[in-house]
């Protein structure tokens, strides 16, 4: 483990992103725990996990368009300005030997990013503007990540199947036997069965809590919709009319 905390101790009331019931109530409380080598953040689409990866990110020293610490390209400045106000404690002692930031977006500059550092190499061997965009991610993870990491992914599933994020699983519990630490934003249940994880899930409200496996909402919401998915469906379109 290399992060053991973040803390938002002083930061502006309003304007984007202090005004997210996330940013407020992680102002307002006291500040995020990374309990075990894996932590996955959960919350339904805009609660704010991008937004709180990226600030981590940007916080730890990668560049807040992804990549590893030694990636500097910049094509459009999005990052908000949370990374800045973060405080990030870390384990004394433990620094990361490598790692690498995956944003949910921009993987294709990532990988002109790395063509044009000439380090394919270490990516497999084969350009990712040359593989699907699930064998790319899976080439980074297999190749690039390495043991006593910090990585730091969001929506990594959005280039996997299920198989994919099986072996990801996989993938990630060879690095956490290995020293690494992962922090991973995700909507998919399959990786939040990571084992030795804890999962933090932001609420309607804004608040951050941990949650059990069969207690986070994209489980239990998946589980009810296989269980009888014409049910759902039925009730979903009739409440349309
Ligand atoms: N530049 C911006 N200005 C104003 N609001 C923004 C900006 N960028 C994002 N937001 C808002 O911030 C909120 C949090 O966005 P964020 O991308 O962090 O959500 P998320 O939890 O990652 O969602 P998803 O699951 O869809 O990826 C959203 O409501 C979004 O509309
Ligand atoms: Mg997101």
Same mark, same amino acid.
């Given at each position: ?62 560049n807040?368009e992804g990549g590893?610490?030694?990636f ?29 930031f995956l944003r949910?977006?921009s993987?294709?500059n990532v ?6 550092? %000439?380090?394919? #190499?270490? /990516?497999?061997?084969?350009? &990712? ?8 991610? !899976?080439? @980074?993870?297999?190749?690039?990540? %390495?043991?006593? #990491?910090? /990585?730091?992914?969001?929506? &990594? ?8 994020? !099986?072996? @990801? ?73």
């Amino acid at each position: 483990m290399f992060l053991a905390e973040i803390r938002l101790d002083v930061a502006p009331d309003e304007g984007h992103p202090f005004d997210l019931p996330v940013v407020r109530a992680l102002r307002d409380g006291r500040g995020l725990r990374f309990r075990t080598p894996v932590t996955l953040l959960a919350g339904d689409n805009g609660s704010g996990k991008s937004t709180l990866i990226e600030a981590i990110a940007v916080a730890a020293g990668f560049n807040p368009e992804g990549g590893t610490t030694a990636f500097r390209f910049a094509t459009r400045a999005t990052e908000s300005s949370l990374g800045e106000h973060l405080t990030l404690s870390r384990v004394a002692g433990r620094k990361p030997r490598t790692g690498f930031f995956l944003r949910a977006e921009s993987f294709y500059n990532v990988a002109t990013e790395i063509e044009q550092l %000439g380090v394919v #190499g270490s /990516y497999g061997g084969v350009s &990712p503007h040359e593989r699907s965009h699930g064998e790319s991610f !899976l080439d @980074l993870a297999v190749h690039r990540f %390495g043991p006593g #990491g910090l /990585y730091l992914l969001d929506e &990594p599933e959005a280039a996997l199947s299920v198989n994919g994020c !099986l072996a @990801l699983l996989v993938r990630i519990a060879e690095l956490v036997a290995q020293g690494s630490q992962f922090v991973i934003a995700t909507h998919s249940p399959v990786l939040l069965a990571c084992p030795e994880a804890t999962i933090l899930e932001i609420g309607g409200d804004g608040r951050i809590g941990e949650v059990d496996y069969d207690r986070a909402e994209a489980v239990a919401l998946t589980r009810t919709f296989l269980a009888d998915p014409q049910r759902m469906l039925r009730r979903l379109l009739q409440d349309d009319r």
